[in-house]
C-alpha cells in the first residue's frame, strides 16, 4: 500500500500563492502519472492538473499560467504550486498518484506492485 500525505493548505488573499505537496508513505519506482483534483462546496471534482510518465503537462483552463505540477523522486513527493489565486479557486484539493513501488525482500524475492492512491485531501481557501 502507498499512503498519500497532502499538506500546504490553507487561507490565502486573493493574489497569493500556496504550494500543495503530497508526499507518499514508502518509496516509490515508478510514477505512471500524477493528479491534482478539487472539489469546491456544490460542485463536482474536476481536474485540476496532471502529468505523465513521460513529462506531458495538462491543466484545467481555469488555472492555466498560474498553476504548476512538479514531482520530486528522491522525496517521493508530488507539488501543486499556486500563484495568483482567486477566489474560485477555494476547493479542497486531492492528489491522485498511479505508479508501481517494490514489495518483498531481497532474501524472499522482490516484486513490483501497481498502486492507485488518493491523499485524503487538504483545504484551500480564498478570500477576496
Known amino acids: 500500500q502507498v499512503h498519500l500525505v497532502e499538506s500546504g493548505g490553507g487561507l490565502v488573499q486573493a493574489g497569493g500563492s500556496l504550494r500543495l505537496s503530497c508526499a507518499a508513505s514508502r518509496s516509490i519506482f515508478s510514477i505512471n502519472s500524477m493528479h491534482w483534483y478539487r472539489q469546491a462546496p456544490g460542485k463536482q471534482r474536476e481536474l485540476v492538473a496532471n502529468?505523465?510518465?513521460?513529462?506531458?503537462?495538462n491543466y484545467a483552463d481555469s488555472v492555466k499560467g498560474r498553476f504548476t505540477i512538479s514531482r520530486d523522486n528522491a522525496k517521493n513527493t508530488v507539488y501543486l504550486q499556486m500563484n495568483s489565486l482567486k477566489p474560485e479557486d477555494t476547493a479542497v484539493y486531492y492528489c491522485?498518484?498511479?505508479?508501481?513501488?517494490?514489495?518483498?525482500?531481497?532474501?524472499?524475492?522482490?516484486?513490483?506492485?501497481?498502486?492507485?492512491?488518493w491523499g485524503q485531501g487538504t483545504q484551500v481557501t480564498v478570500s477576496s
Open positions: 502529468r505523465t510518465s513521460s513529462g506531458s503537462t
Open positions: 491522485n498518484i498511479r505508479g508501481t513501488y517494490y514489495t518483498g525482500t531481497y532474501l524472499t524475492g522482490r516484486y513490483l506492485t501497481a498502486f492507485d492512491s
